[in-house]
């Protein structure tokens, strides 16, 4: 059973799964630092990894200390959202180094969209990982980012050292399709095009191909254990419609960590892109980066 403790200040509830260090009360003392102070600004330019036989990856690297944070984004999101850019001048001020990139097909980097594949972005972020970073991570993953945030802790145990989702959508897009009627399914696959309604895009609807759904149900986690043992934070708002805040109870239960906090926030949508939201997302990673130097010390 989760241990839930409301916390009226920051109008969120937090669901504890196994040993952790008190999220909800020290997240709550937390006072906000200066972050976004112009002192704190330095210029991160665009960069390039090149790889063999893969799509050039377009990031920003920002250097510091260790535990580096990753930013792993949404599905068709690029390096320059909001939370993105809020988070490196968090890092920028706590002297830590962060990286931030956009998957093959999408933003600056190389790829066409329509040969993409969750397999595919799967090693974009294992590209970044092995080649783009240094030491340990603290990865930070945004919706679609979440469900291949699990995949590279899994895929590189050694170099993940903790993960904070938002809004996690794992397993989500295949999840459903599958709800849909076999009618639905099927009409899908004949037109080899699935129009999934969403208002955060100016078109009103993703078109995602019917290859790339099929090619997702093998990236599927929360049929079976999650093999991740890290310390795991999950945020997510009830007012979500685009996926659902239980699917973050789901992967909680599923992981196999003893250190895991889910935190739901009654108020915020799909995006935890206000003000509250991205102060929360910071004070979990400062907290984080507090419980890993406990850790090491």
């Not at 920002?62 to 988070?87: E, H, W």
């Not at 830590?96 to 040969?115: L, Q, T």
């Not at 290859?211 to 979500?240: Q, Y």
């Amino acid at each position: 059973m989760a241990a839930w403790v409301p916390c009226r200040r920051w109008g969120w509830a937090a669901a504890f799964f196994g040993r952790h260090r008190g999220l909800s009360a020290s997240l709550a003392r937390k006072t906000p630092r200066a972050w976004w102070l112009p002192a704190c600004r330095q210029k991160v330019s665009l960069s390039f990894l090149n790889r063999t036989d893969l799509p050039n990856l377009a990031y920003k690297k920002l250097k510091g200390k260790n535990p580096g944070i990753i930013f792993i984004p949404g599905y068709l999101s690029d390096m320059n959202g909001t939370k993105a850019l809020a988070i490196e001048e968090f890092c920028k001020s706590l002297g830590h180094a962060y990286i931030r990139f956009d998957y093959s097909g999408v933003g600056n980097s190389d790829g066409n969209f329509a040969e993409c594949s969750v397999g595919k972005w799967r090693k974009d972020v294992l590209s970044i990982l092995d080649d783009v970073a240094e030491g340990p991570q603290i990865l930070v993953g945004a919706s679609f980012g979440g469900w291949l945030m699990l995949h590279a802790a899994i895929a590189r145990p050694e170099k993940v050292v903790a993960l904070i989702g938002i809004a996690t959508a794992a397993d989500d897009m295949v999840t459903q399709f599958r709800a849909l009627s076999v009618e639905a399914q099927k009409e899908v696959e004949v037109k080899g095009e699935w129009s999934l309604p969403s208002k955060y895009i100016p078109e009103g609807f993703y078109r995602i191909p019917y290859g790339f759904i099929k090619e997702a149900e093998h990236h599927c986690l929360l049929h079976s254990p999650i093999p991740v043992t890290c310390p795991v934070r999950l945020l997510h708002g009830m007012k979500d419609d685009i996926v659902p805040w239980h699917t973050s109870l789901q992967v909680a239960d599923r992981v196999i960590s003893p250190d895991v906090d889910v935190i739901i926030r009654k108020h915020s949508d799909h995006r935890m892109k206000e003000k509250s939201d991205i102060h929360l997302i910071v004070c979990t990673i400062d907290d984080l980066i507090d419980t890993l130097s406990t850790a090491v010390h």
